[in-house]
Nanobody, 114 residues
């Protein structure tokens, strides 16, 4: 069983930055893709960013140019750097890994508010 543990969420003012981390319990080499999703209250879970095994990345339209996904194989960790945060970015952010099966983390709350 794979465990994904997110961290780095919190309260930040509009225009601020946060970096989320997703630590995997095994080598992230084994995954075809890793991604960040988010879910705001009353809304469906949506894709924020993903990175494929070959390094290709893509982003949800609402975060392009502000968020960056990256990975560190040595630490088995995927990151989401979030800049220029807006109140609409407030949500629970989930890490997702796709290999033979799909795995989810428990989520980390991000709140953007003044």
């Amino acid at each position: 069983q794979v465990q994904l543990v997110e961290s780095g969420g919190g309260l930040v003012q509009p225009g601020g930055s946060l970096r989320l981390s997703c630590a995997a319990s095994r080598s992230i080499f084994s995954f075809n893709a890793m991604a960040w999703y988010r879910q705001a209250p009353g809304k469906q879970r949506e894709l924020v960013a993903r990175i494929l095994s070959g390094g290709y990345t893509d982003y949800g339209d609402s975060v392009k140019g502000r968020f960056t996904i990256s990975r560190d194989y040595a630490k088995n960790t995927v990151y989401l750097q979030m800049n220029s945060l807006k109140p609409v970015d407030t949500a629970v952010y989930y890490c997702h890994a796709v290999g033979v099966a799909g795995y989810w983390g428990q989520g980390t709350q991000v709140t953007v508010s003044s």
